[in-house]
């Protein structure tokens, strides 16, 4: 049995109930934070290591990278710094955590967009995708947190895998949580949590919303913007 890992927002795609009554298996798909050195212990690392995770995909800005610290690879993982660039007519920063005066007032507006823009014409999650197709799993896919560009990539392993809506909203929804509870350990009141780094489920419902307003179907999404079938890689 694989020892917990003792990171905030990590965790497993398994379990996760799909529409034909199956589940996304275990130890397969891998999401959370940045895996930054000043982050994990010794054990941390050793159970990250027993993992065998064979791809790090960072979806983290060429702008956030430099002010957080070293990152921990296990050995035998290879890493891939791909930008999930966030593209909108206020700023040319890819950094979703960008603490500008400008961001902080216009955040929220921001990620209404961004959730609408990130499944379609990225490339960094067409590796991820990939990667799966061609069987090259477990993987872990990351932002700073784990929460908006690492969420709605694991909407999208989801629907490919033909999960359940609901489940994938839950699967969405614990990062919420996460940093609910971390906030509320650190004594702050609800009207004093920053509520970007929160979830907000409307969000990720533009998500959905986007790629069924562009695209007739999810097959015609997969098979368009990510050259696979939601058939092809069974579960």
Request: proline share 4%; hydrophobic share 35%.
């Amino acid at each position: 049995m694989n020892k917990k890992i003792n990171i905030l927002n990590f965790r497993d795609l398994g379990a996760i109930k799909c529409n034909d009554g199956r589940q996304i298996k275990s130890q397969h798909f891998y999401r959370g934070p940045a895996l930054l050195e000043s982050r994990l212990s010794e054990e941390d690392k050793l159970a990250l290591k027993a993992l065998g995770i064979k791809h790090i995909f960072d979806f983290r800005g060429h702008d956030e990278i430099p002010h957080q610290g070293p990152l921990y690879i296990p050995e035998g993982t290879i890493y891939h710094h791909v930008p999930a660039i966030i593209k909108n007519d206020r700023s040319k920063t890819d950094d979703l955590n960008t603490m500008s005066e400008e961001g902080k007032r216009f955040i929220v507006e921001w990620l209404y967009m961004i959730y609408r823009q990130l499944p379609i014409d990225n490339p960094a999650y067409r590796e991820v995708i990939k990667a799966i197709k061609n069987h090259e799993t477990p993987i872990y896919f990351n932002c700073s947190v784990g929460k908006d560009r690492t969420g709605v990539c694991a909407c999208l392993i989801e629907l490919l895998l033909d999960a359940k809506e609901e489940e994938i909203y839950r699967d969405y929804m614990i990062s919420h949580h996460n940093y609910y509870n971390y906030y509320k350990s650190l004594g702050m009141k609800d009207e004093e949590m920053n509520k970007p780094s929160l979830c907000n489920i409307e969000w990720l419902e533009g998500t959905l919303d986007e790629i069924m307003t562009k695209f007739d179907s999810l097959e015609t999404f997969f098979e368009k913007e990510y050259a696979v079938s939601v058939n092809e890689l069974g579960n």
